[in-house]
């Protein structure tokens, strides 16, 4: 037999195999995702010693993480910083701006609903629920900000820009997303999908396969141009494991 004939039956052997294979596989993780130790230390603080304030919305409360008051910034335009959005977005993505920009400026960063120390409730996360979160942070200030988004989060931001554009000095986008042509005003969704997501056991383990640490560090690969920072990695893995991280 030759090398290549060999190679061709060895080839078709394991894409016969590949099904159950991939059946057996998928089993396993579910019944692992079923029965693993989901008893996860608390969150901590993204940015230590810093305060926090709560925005109330119809979706629960919003964290928003902000710089102590100093009189004697050179620019007292506010920043307002807002994260991306994935299974384990966070403000701590924000953090390496947070954390140059508070040295000149009153600077807060926000936990998007269903994100980081803010409410997770079970509900629709629409664009419209995400940009009127923002307008609300944005009313909150006497006068216009600087708004910078990281990736999905800048169409939320662009929609509550259009909703309050007094209350916007600038708006910058790193490495926007959800621009296209199609309209988002209702969420798309898939009936087939979203009955096999409703189901506790499906649904937790593909959210489990999210929020895995390869998952993870592939997305942020995605948004940072350098190595994905270990701080990061890990503060994303624990927020993605927070109850009602899945919702």
């Known amino acids: 037999m030759s090398l290549l004939t060999a190679t061709t039956k060895g080839t078709f052997g394991l894409i016969r195999r590949l099904p159950p294979l991939l059946a057996a596989s998928t089993v396993g993780w579910l019944a692992y995702s079923a029965i693993r130790d989901r008893d996860e230390p608390p969150l901590p603080d993204p940015f230590a010693s810093r305060p926090n304030r709560l925005v109330t919305l119809e979706a629960g409360e919003l964290v928003v993480h902000e710089t102590q008051v100093h009189t004697d910034r050179s620019d007292t335009t506010p920043v307002v910083l807002i994260h991306s959005v994935n299974a384990a977005a966070s403000s701590y993505e924000m953090a390496p701006l947070f954390q140059r920009l508070e040295r000149d400026r009153f600077v807060v960063s926000v936990d998007l609903p269903g994100f980081g120390h803010s409410d997770r ?23 216009p900000v600087h708004l910078i988004t990281l990736s999905l989060s800048g169409e939320f931001a662009a929609r509550a820009a259009r909703i309050r554009p007094d209350r916007v000095a600038s708006l910058t986008m790193i490495s926007p997303t959800g621009m296209g042509s199609g309209s988002m005003v209702e969420p798309r969704s898939s009936g087939w999908f979203e009955t096999i997501t409703e189901n506790s056991l499906v649904g937790q383990g593909l959210f489990d396969l999210l929020a895995s640490d390869w998952s993870i560090r592939y997305f942020l690969s995605r948004s940072f141009a350098t190595t994905v920072d270990p701080g990061l990695a890990a503060f994303a893995g624990l927020t993605a494991r927070q109850p009602d991280a899945r919702h």
Not at 122 to 141: C, G, H, N, W
């Open 121 to 143: 409730s079970d509900r629709q996360y629409s664009p419209e629920l995400m940009a009127d979160a923002i307008a609300a942070v944005l009313d909150t200030f006497d006068e």
